[in-house]
């Protein structure tokens, strides 16, 4: 295992993007945490997903426990605040009745987890279930309310005419049928969790794939593998042609300094 001084540990980082055209229409970045989880389905290592699926109310998330790639893919996409997915886990198990689960998390959900398996406390039978892990890279998240005060106050958008919402090159994007709108971080600084300015974690260290834009060229994600399970889990969606790789190279895309 090889030690990133800023990024945990980790096995490889390597760019990389699903090779479906249906995932990467509605994934966020490279389609990785869809294409993973659907081989994940596919090959029976895990029996369900809790994503954080859309609810009846724009972008506000509402976690599902996906058990086909169609629920997978209606729940793609980063909804920029808080979907208690942690909390969804007992449901999948205990309501569900699934055995083997996977979730996907920012670095505190996932960081959070792992302190759950470590000391189960009222989640017995649930800690064990857990077969994969997928972190999400966050700088910050923010109240549903902020989201709609900035996007209404600060860019002139209503909740309801946006159709994507990202963060990258030091702005918000928020996205509509005509334009791609976007505002300097500063303007949203303010607006994000109290919590986010004391986080240590950007890169979901705990993950067993951790995963982000960040880094690679747009529509590519950066991934890092952190377990053997993650490890290998992904290897395998690679040699089966779900996912495709190049290597990594910041040059390409300053944003993350290896080595
Ligand atoms: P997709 O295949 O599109 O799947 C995304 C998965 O994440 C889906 O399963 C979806 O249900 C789930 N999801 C969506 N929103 C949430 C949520 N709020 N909580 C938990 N799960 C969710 N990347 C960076 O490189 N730099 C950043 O600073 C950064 N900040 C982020 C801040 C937030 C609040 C979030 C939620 C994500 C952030 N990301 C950041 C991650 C990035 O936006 C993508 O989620 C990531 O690259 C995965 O893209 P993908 O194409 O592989 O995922």
Redesign the pocket.
């Known amino acids: 295992m090889e030690f990133g001084q800023e990024f945990g540990k980790y096995k490889q980082v390597v760019c990389a993007?699903?090779t479906d055209k249906k995932?990467q229409d509605?994934?966020?970045?490279?389609?990785?945490?869809?294409?993973?989880?659907s081989y994940a389905l596919d090959e029976g290592i895990i029996e369900g997903?809790v994503?954080?699926?859309p609810s009846d109310e724009p972008w506000v998330?509402k976690?599902?426990v996906?058990t086909t790639t169609d629920e997978?893919i209606a729940?793609?996409?980063?909804?920029?605040?808080?979907?208690p997915?942690v909390w969804a886990l007992k449901e999948a198990v205990r309501q569900a009745g699934i055995e083997k689960v996977g979730?996907?998390?920012?670095p505190c959900?996932i960081m959070g987890i792992r302190k759950m398996q470590v000391y189960p406390f009222s989640t017995r039978f649930v800690a064990d279930k857990l077969k994969l892990l997928?972190g999400?890279?966050?700088?910050?998240?923010?109240p549903m309310a902020s989201i709609e005060t900035f996007t209404a106050e600060k860019m002139g958008l209503d909740i309801n005419d946006i159709t994507k919402m990202?963060?990258?090159k030091g702005k918000f994007f928020a996205e509509t049928a005509d334009d791609n709108h976007g505002i300097s971080l500063k303007e949203t600084h303010g607006y994000e969790q109290a919590g986010c300015n004391v986080c240590p974690d950007?890169v979901a260290e705990f993950a067993d794939v951790a995963?982000?834009?960040?880094?690679?060229p747009d529509g590519w994600?950066?991934v890092f593998t952190r377990t053997d399970d993650g490890e290998s889990i992904f290897n395998a969606a690679v040699s089966a042609g779900l996912i495709e790789t190049k290597e990594f190279d910041d040059s390409v895309k300053p944003?993350l300094k290896i080595g």
């Open positions: 993007r699903a995932i509605v994934a966020q970045d490279g389609g990785i945490v869809t294409a993973l989880f997903a994503v954080a699926g998330p976690p599902v996906a997978l729940a793609a996409g980063t909804k920029y605040t808080h979907s997915n979730t996907v998390g920012t959900q997928i999400i890279f966050c700088m910050e998240n923010f990202d963060i990258g950007y995963t982000g834009s960040v880094g690679s994600s950066t944003g």
